[in-house]
């Protein structure tokens, strides 16, 4: 686990606060975060199933109604990955976010690469084919994500293949986090066909080995 380098400051005294349900992917990322990272928070469920975010008191902190939100004392922040990113340099975990840009280029590669691309691809997978949710639910939605989600897969199997053990080599980073949580999601559908990613099962089971891993992502929930 990380050892979070310590910096003063009056900001630092006001505990981390995270707003958003347990249960929901993108918070499910910055919990697994808080947890390598050893840090103290604060949690308040919002979301479907839980206070709602048009609440007013939640469009002040994020007026796009979306959960994760972070406050740190005067700073408040909206999506998972700046949040991650945010968390890691606050601790000057460079370990899992370098300073060098070409080293954190290549850890950033991974994390866009989840957002911009694959984020569809999980919607028609996941919350069409898999919960049967509209719209992701129809059929060509379903379709075209179960092909993108697999070849997706078969990018990170074959990244693993090259380098590896994790991602971008031999330490775990930020970009394991998001890529993670999909492979994650991919064993734990039950409707899909999974082609054979011998590089993918060892990947999930080196994730599983950390405890943060077992008690945000795989835990239960897809
Ligand atoms: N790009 C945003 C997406 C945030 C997002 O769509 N969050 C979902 C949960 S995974 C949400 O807010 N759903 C509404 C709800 O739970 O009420 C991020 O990465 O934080």
Sequence with gaps: M????RKAGWGRLAMLKLL????????????WLLGELGLGFEQEEWGRGHRATEDPAFLVLNPLGTVPVLVDGEVVLRESHVILRYLAAR?????????????????????DWVAYDMTLAMKGAYLGGELGLAPWSAPWAVERGRMEYAQGMRRVAAALEAGGPYLVGEAFTLADIPAGFLV?????????ER???????AYYGRLSERAPYR?????GLA
């Excluded at 958003?20 to 919990?31: F, I, M, Q, T, W």
């Excluded at 994650?184 to 899909?192: L, Y």
Aim: glycine fraction near 4%; charged fraction near 25%.
């Design 215 to 219: 008690t945000h992502v795989r835990n």
């Design 195 to 201: 082609p054979a990613m011998p590089a993918l099962d």
């Design 91 to 111: 601790e000057g975990a460079t370990h899992l976010l370098p300073e060098a840009p070409a080293a954190r280029a290549r850890v950033e590669h991974w994390m």
């Design 184 to 192: 994650h999601r991919w064993f734990a559908m039950k409707d899909i």
């Design 20 to 31: 958003g349900r347990s249960n929901a992917y993108n918070v499910r990322k910055v919990l």
């Design 2 to 5: 990380a050892k979070p380098r």
